[in-house]
């Protein structure tokens, strides 16, 4: 079992950064993915950027440039920089834990972009 625990969201004006956080418990020697996703209110839930174990990172096209992922110093930790935020990148984020076995959510951290 692994657990993701999210941490870092909050209310911020359009064009200011929030970083988000994630730290994974449990078994977290298995973990070969780590990744952030979202979901806007009636919307489903999108890819936003993953790391794997050796660094590899992927981005959704509607972030690239703004946002970067990175893998703390500690294998289980993830963070998610998030600059020049726009309203419509107002969602709950959620952080994900992928094994060889089975992928772990996060409960979610709210990010609201609002002037």
């Known amino acids: 079992q692994v657990q993701p625990v999210e941490s870092g969201g909050g209310l911020v004006q359009p064009g200011g950064s929030l970083r988000l956080s994630c730290a994974a418990s449990?078994?977290?020697?298995?973990?070969?993915?780590m990744g952030w996703y979202r979901q806007a209110p009636g919307k489903q839930r999108e890819l936003v950027a993953t790391?794997?174990?050796?660094?590899?990172?992927n981005y959704a096209d509607s972030v690239k440039g703004r946002f970067t992922i990175s893998r703390g110093n500690a294998e289980n930790t993830v963070y998610l920089q998030m600059n020049s935020l726009k309203a419509e990148d107002t969602a709950v984020y959620y952080c994900?834990?992928?094994?060889?076995?089975?992928?772990?959510w996060g409960q979610g951290t709210q990010v609201t972009v609002s002037s």
């Open positions: 449990g078994r977290i020697f298995s973990i070969n993915l």
């Open positions: 790391i794997t174990s050796n660094g590899r990172t």
């Open positions: 994900r834990a992928v094994t060889v076995v089975a992928s772990y």
